[in-house]
């Protein structure tokens, strides 16, 4: 496992930021209700390198995208910026005309209000995914955009996974004097690099679902951390193949190879395997019982509380913990297992880092938010980089021109 070194921060740059155009590629996709951002944490994560630029008198030139759909806008995040950022323009639906005379009107336009600029000014650019040239990494647009900055801040850890324009393109084509990471992104790459570092007696904590992302990261972690543990979806196989019966619960197919790693992770003594679990019963009710006890019938949705309570002094003694999604079924309300573990490690004395959307919305339901050392906002690209020690989007900031 590689562990790269940390890009430069703009924080460090010792040049002039006084009306220099800097691109700065945001992580600004939050979920949207009625025109409004739910869910501001992203958001959020972005404002101490977009308040920095400014105070620097820089002029910047936001890139984010929101959603999955091309129509999809980033209409509501500039409506919440408005109230966080000063002499800030949007641009909708900027690239939904790219490749068209249109779209070479808009550049122009663009380049126009940026000549007219002042030190400070913020221009947003609307979802860059409205065009496939994002995920492509067309070179054409890669180069339009660069020619209107003088430098490129990556801010947007959570897309660093991808080779994509904004998240890779961009970046190949300035040079390594000329290109950073954001505030948010430099402290998420230092953090997750001490995670694959781990201070003795450690504990890793695996939940959620998605086997093939994670079995790859069970089987790096096992000779770094000294106890692991898995919890949603994930355990489900790993109650099966142990010999116990998961009733109606969700199983993911494995490939042979899969089951054989599997079983090499069961036989390892730093492994900790459940005892208890919360199931629905046929009737609907709702019980936590031995992992020895579920029938056919029963679907298990969550770690029982009691067991998170059993090793709490796992948890207690640890020096570092590492904890990535949910012991349930988080979003259909098995929330218990996840948030009792989210108070466990809040009010221990560890190192401790957490990532996943619903991992993250625990600690701050049980207000713990102020005693982890660090909450990622990355969430594929945390496992990615937790799995490889490298992505792409930080490893183009430490290149030079070709």
Known sequence: MNTPNIPTCITEYTGDLSGKKVIVRAELNAPVSDGMIEDDFRIQKFLPTLQYLQEKGAITIVLAHMGRDPEDTLEPVAEYLSDHVHTMMFYKDFFHSYGTDEFVKNTNTLQEDLSHATPGDVFLLDNIRQTGAEKKNDSKLSEILVNLADLYVHEAF??????????YGIPTLFSRETKFSGITFHREHQMLSKALKPTSPSLFILGGAKFDTKLPLIE???PIYDHIMIGGALANNIFQ???????????EDVTPEQEESLKKVLANDKFLLPNRVTCETVSGETIEKDISEVLDTD??????TEYINSISEHVTNAKSILWNGPLGYYEGGFDAGTKRLAELVGQSDSFSIAGGGDTVDAVYKTTQETHFDHLSSAGGAMIDYLSDGELPGVNILLQDLK
Do not use: C, E, W
């Open 158 to 167: 959570p897309a660093a996974h991808r080779k994509h324009m904004s998240t």
């Open 299 to 304: 679907t298990i949705y969550d770690i029982s």
């Open 220 to 222: 790096s972690f096992l």
């Open 241 to 251: 193949l142990a010999g116990f019966n998961v009733g109606q619960s969700l199983v």
